[in-house]
């Protein structure tokens, strides 16, 4: 059984910066992309940042420049350091793991297994 807990979402005001974290436990396949999306009310899920087990990393484009994805595959640890956050920033945040390829990819398809999300607002 797989389980990817998230941590760090909260409150912040536009222009802010919050750090998300995602542990990971039990057996998946650690060379497989692992990725963040997010989801906001009445909206679809959206890839944010996802990035492959040596590091190459792709971003959606509201985000390049201020959101950084990293993992420590020793530890099965995912992180999203979001600066400069912005309003149309706020949603659930999910982290994912893929079961496809080995290339990151913000298809949500493409992903097995997912956490249960952290909130994100940012307020104007």
């Given at each position: 059984q797989v389980q990817l807990v998230e941590s760090g979402g909260g409150s912040v005001q536009a222009g802010g910066s919050l750090g998300l974290s995602?542990?990971?436990s039990g057996y998946f396949n650690v060379g497989k992309p692992m990725g963040w999306f997010r989801q906001a009310p009445g909206q679809e899920r959206e890839g944010v940042a996802s990035i492959a087990i040596f590091g190459r990393t792709t971003y959606a484009d509201s985000v390049k420049g201020r959101f950084t994805i990293s993992r420590d595959n020793a530890k099965s640890t995912l992180?999203?350091?979001?600066?400069?956050?912005?309003?149309?920033d706020t949603a659930m945040y999910y982290c994912a793991v893929a079961d496809v390829g080995i290339a990151p990819t913000l298809r949500p398809r493409e992903y097995k297994y997912w956490g249960q999300g952290t909130q994100v607002t940012v307020s104007s």
């Open positions: 995602c542990a990971a992180y999203l350091q979001m600066n400069s956050l912005k309003p149309e």
